[in-house]
């Protein structure tokens, strides 16, 4: 039986199309919500080379929109990044997969790109969105931007110099504290795999030489039923496809900063430029606030802790793991 029989029948693809599938090799950056839905259509669709990036282990609270994880991976703390390994190989064997537990950061980003012809963005902060750019640009390589929170996402295929980039669309990352996040506001399982889908098939696209199917920002509502194509373009200014200078990459690049307080069950992370008060007003309405003199505590549903300094320091309680500890900062506060 030929696995592809249905799918080659497509215009767009036939065996040509199919045969480039199994050449290519993609990088999906986060195996959370996005992530995982991605990386299960390619597998299935027999995208030939997938490598997995994820610094974070399956919870329960995952398992509504994540697809492939398992309640088992939840009872034995599976890294999500094995466990979606381990079920793609299972769905596809003729798949080559590499899965890398760690954060996606400035030092081994480029290492984690090659060989690719494509990144999928399935993270879930800013931060590791505006490096994907800088690494884009560089390595010329296209990628897909999504986004989901709550009913609503976004979709934004990116061409390297070709179209607008991250920072076309958006001059300056959000500041921390300042977006919602799917921790504060929640997210709908539908509007992620529909994000997915049409990021996938955006990304398939360009791996097979078309041109992606509409040019800026997709978003939708999948509850209120409203989406439209917001039209970008290059900004000739842009910090990093205009004036060619990177944030992140390269010996001056900023990242927030992790470190160890000794002896203590504690890791402290350094936010860049933040919105205090807005992040404390947030905050009050997903757990629990005391304010002090220039910092607030911060006691989550699910009992994680924080204090949070006005000057930007963040102590995260319960962990002495730096990767830990700047993902549910991620998580409640944005980075
Ligand atoms: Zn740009």
Redesign the pocket.
Known sequence: MDRYARQRLLPFLGEEGQKRLEQSAILVVGCGATGSHIASLAARVGVGRIVLVDRDIVELHNLPRQVLFEEEDVLRERPKALALRDRIRSINSSVEVEAYVGEFHPGNGEELCRGVQLIFDGTDNFQTRFLI?ELG?KLRLPWVYMGVISTVGHVMPILPFKG??????LSEEPRAGELETCDTVGVWAGAVSLVSAIGFTEGVRILLGDSPSFRGLFTFDIWSFQWRVLGLK??RE?????RGEYRYLGPRGSWAEVERVCGENVVCVRLGVFSYLELMERLKRCGEVKEGEYFFKFRSEEGREFTIFSDGRVLVFGTQDFQKARSWCARYIGL
């Open positions: 750019n640009l607008p980039c991250l920072r076309c669309y290059r900004d842009c910090l990093n496809c205009g």
